[in-house]
């Protein structure tokens, strides 16, 4: 189960500490952002800690947006677009960073896709190329295809195969049921196997437009020049007469969509689901209501969050895994701020699975109980420091603050990402004992408990997946749009 923060623990604020001696604030300015004409939104923040510039094109395009027929075409499409340019082989796609002591990569998230580059300042200029050049002059080769259907299905194998995996799925299936945050993002075998060509392309038609793009640029350049680089580079990219398709896509509920006047949230009940898996250890998962970035609370409801994680001062952890025969092996707890309401993840494991009931009346208990928590002081200020020690941290490694970043770049914004070290440091006690009056003395969740098949003699859970026989024929009644892809320039 994924879990995101941007701040640090209290056990690592004293490696964040040392570390913000070695990068210190004023090595990075402040942050521009602004938007071009062609719609595309473009951040730009120098960090002068070294002679490097990471360029990172975050689309709107994910796991969450797709329909049942697409689910799992964003990623695949990731895959894709390295495969080979009018003007550039997959080969010299690579070689032509790496040459230069440059990085490239992509990831695929339920909310975004993201394309980087990691280059040597003067040379950055050429990996925006290359980027657009991705992202909007590729050709597909037919020859690829079998290849990368090939890799994303063995992606899926290996995560298949991962301890866990049939619990995260059960987790996610009925913590985020009816919304597009239940689709996996790598999708199913079938649809990857089935998916032809045409379609492919017309969903990157689509999706892969300046105006449901953001770009971050951040590194060792100055803005102004920085500027007419951009407007140079992506400037001229011009969105088709075509609409983004997001109808297929979230479901949630209208009511928590964007509704931040009121702490109406799904779930809105306390809910238990029960199944047995081909794991060898129990998994007790749960998601539970919290409020939505843009409310007051939510910074109080994150520090409490990081507390409950953190090691020698959790009552929560001790609870859970002190005392000569503690209840779980592991336990970890998380914020997410999604853009239409945010949960708290709690994930527990254990090796008995008779603890099941013990782990939940006991989670409960303690989230209850922390109203009334009197913690030490210096843990809280722990926390906080941690939090601005590791934004400086992450901040000075360029190519990977992308990858930090992305759970909340497109759902809650730049401007989360820019002001919450200093919304975390006005947060304070009093502010946390009120959210967890409001959020956690009966807290509305969603828990699953997945322990193995042993000797129950009930059928393993297995996610469910699509028919080769329904992918098959959906396709073979749909029909795309005709592309001349060697007929179509750089602008989109």
Partial sequence: MRRTTLGATFGTAILCSFLSILCPAGSAGAAETYVLENGMTVILKEQHGS????SIVFVRSGSKYESRYENGITHFLEHLLFDGTATLTREELDASIR??????????????????????????????TVQTDM????????????????????????????????????FTSRAYAETGYERPVLGYQAFIENIPREAIID????????RNMTLLVIGDFESEAMKKTVAGIFGPLKNPDLPIDHSGATTVPPESVKDVSSPVVSPSTQERHDTVANVTSTYVNFSVAAPHYAQDDYYAMDIL?????????SPLLTALKGGAEPLATEVSVGLTPYEEFSRLEISVVTEQAENRDAIISTVMDQLGAMAAHNPNPRSIEGIKTGVRTNDIYNEAKLHYYGFMISPYIMSAGWDFVQTYADRIAATTWTDCVAAAGKWLTDPRYIATVVRPVGESGLPPYVPTGMLAEEVQAHFAAASFPVYDLAAVPKVA
């Avoid at 002679?51 to 990471?54: C, F, G, K, N």
């Fill in 51 to 54: 002679p490097m510039v990471s």
């Fill in 99 to 128: 040459d230069l002591g440059g990085y490239i990569n992509a990831f695929t998230r339920k909310e975004l896709t993201a394309y980087l580059v990691l280059l040597p300042k003067q040379y950055i200029d050429y990996g925006m």
């Fill in 135 to 170: 992202l909007f002059n590729s050709v597909f080769p037919e020859q690829e295809l079998a290849k990368e259907r090939k890799v994303v299905i063995e992606e899926m194998k290996r995560d298949a195969d991962a301890a866990g995996a049939a619990a995260d799925e059960f």
């Fill in 203 to 210: 969903y990157w038609r689509r999706f892969y437009i300046p």
């Fill in 305 to 313: 969050a990081q507390y409950l994680g953190t090691d020698g001062v």
